[in-house]
Nanobody, 121 residues
C-alpha cells in the first residue's frame, strides 16, 4: 500500500508565499511523474504543476513565474513553492504520484488527502 501525505497549506496574504510538501511512503519500487492539482469551490480540479522522474516540468499558465515544483527522489517527496500568491490561488491542493509498488509491474496513480490554501486580499 502507498500513501501520500501533504503538509504546508494554510493562510497567506496576497503577495505572500507558502511551501507545500508531499511525501510518498509504503512499499514503493519506483515513482514516475509527481504533481500538484488544485480545486477551488465550484470549479473543476486543475493541474498546477507536474514533474517527471527525470526532472521535466509542466506548469499551468496561471502559475508560471510564481510557483516552482521540485522533487527529492531519495525521499519520494515533491514540493511546491508558491510565491506572489493571489486570492485566485485559493483552493484545496492535492498531490498526485504515479507509483509502481513493490511486487507490481504496473504504475497506478495515488492521491494525497488535500491541503487547503487560502489567500486573503
Amino acid at each position: 500500500q502507498v500513501q501520500l501525505v501533504e503538509s504546508g497549506g494554510g493562510l497567506a496574504q496576497a503577495g505572500g508565499s507558502l511551501r507545500l510538501s508531499c511525501a510518498a511512503s509504503g512499499s514503493i519500487f519506483r515513482i514516475n511523474d509527481m504533481g500538484w492539482y488544485r480545486q477551488a469551490p465550484g470549479k473543476q480540479r486543475e493541474l498546477v504543476a507536474r514533474i517527471s522522474n527525470e526532472g521535466s516540468i509542466n506548469y499551468a499558465d496561471s502559475v508560471k513565474g510564481r510557483f516552482t515544483i521540485s522533487r527529492d527522489n531519495a525521499k519520494n517527496t515533491v514540493y511546491l513553492q508558491m510565491n506572489s500568491l493571489k486570492p485566485e490561488d485559493t483552493a484545496v491542493y492535492s498531490c498526485n504520484a504515479d507509483v509502481r509498488y513493490s511486487g507490481s509491474y504496473n504504475y497506478r496513480p495515488y492521491w494525497g488527502q488535500g491541503t487547503q490554501v487560502t489567500v486573503s486580499s
